[in-house]
């Protein structure tokens, strides 16, 4: 059973910076699809950024195009979002998720492994 553990979040003003991370631990697949959601109070969860360890392009929600990165460690055991350019709107608990098959689903309930979350804050 592949575990998921995030680091990283906190508070920053607006237009601040982030970077959350992700270790997976009982690693036993060899590519995984990784990613990210995020659920603020009172609104619905939403699918951020994923990427596949074996390859190809990584997929954004418009909402964080051209502002948040998602890469990965070398040895694809660790999953980063980098955040940059937050809003306040940004705020939100931010998970990471997993499943070992191609393509990514797109839904929260398609994924098998999820973290237990960590906050981000951005003040204005």
């Known amino acids: 059973q592949v575990q998921l553990v995030e680091s990283g979040g906190g508070s920053v003003q607006a237009g601040g910076s982030l970077t959350l991370s992700c270790a997976a631990s009982?690693?036993?697949?060899?590519?995984?699809?990784m990613g990210w959601f995020r659920q603020a109070p009172g609104k619905e969860r939403e699918g951020v950024a994923f990427?596949?360890?074996?390859?190809?392009?990584?997929a954004y929600a418009d909402s964080v195009k051209g502002r948040f990165t998602i890469s990965q460690a070398d040895a694809k055991h660790t999953l980063y979002l980098h955040m940059n350019n937050l809003r306040p709107e940004d705020t939100a608990m931010y998970y990471c998720?997993?499943?070992?098959?191609?393509?990514?689903?797109?839904?929260?309930?398609?994924?098998?492994?999820w973290g237990q979350g960590t906050q981000v804050n951005v003040a204005s």
């Open positions: 009982r690693y036993t697949y060899s590519a995984l699809c």
């Open positions: 998720v997993g499943i070992g098959q191609y393509p990514c689903p797109s839904k929260w309930d398609d994924f098998r492994y």
């Open positions: 990427i596949y360890t074996g390859g190809g392009s990584p």
